[in-house]
């Protein structure tokens, strides 16, 4: 069974920078898809960035050219580098896996992923 545990959330100013981690386990030799997503108080938990087993990656366009995702695929870990924060990032962030290499229009829809972690808290004030 597949385990994801999220680091690294934090409260910082706006502007500041944060990296999010996400310690994958019980995957199989097969290959995953894995995404972040977030979700404010009161709002649908939303996709951030996703990224396949060969790092192609797409991200929404509120975080583009200020959110990076990556991964270690040898120590199945995901990260996700945020830089100039806004007050608006505020949120739970999630990470999400799934067996298989998804299309790319698939990366940020919540219904693709099967497994989730608990999330880590991101907290950005003006």
């Known amino acids: 069974q597949v385990q994801l545990v999220e680091s690294g959330g934090g409260s910082v100013q706006a502007g500041g920078s944060l990296k999010l981690s996400c310690e994958a386990s019980?995957?199989?030799?097969?290959?995953?898809?894995m995404a972040w997503f977030r979700q404010a108080p009161g709002k649908e938990r939303e996709g951030v960035a996703g990224?396949?087993?060969?790092?192609?990656?797409e991200y929404d366009d509120s975080v583009k050219g200020r959110f990076t995702i990556s991964q270690d695929t040898h120590k199945n870990m995901l990260y996700l580098q945020m830089v100039d924060l806004k007050p608006e990032d505020t949120a739970m962030y999630y990470c999400?896996?799934?067996?298989?290499?998804?299309?790319?229009?698939?990366?940020?829809?919540?219904?693709?992923?099967?497994?989730w972690g608990r999330g880590t808290q991101v907290t950005v004030s003006s």
């Open positions: 990224i396949s087993r060969s790092d192609h990656a």
């Open positions: 999400a896996a799934v067996r298989g290499n998804l299309w790319s229009w698939k990366f940020l829809l919540r219904s693709s992923y099967d497994s």
């Open positions: 019980g995957f199989t030799n097969s290959r995953y898809s």
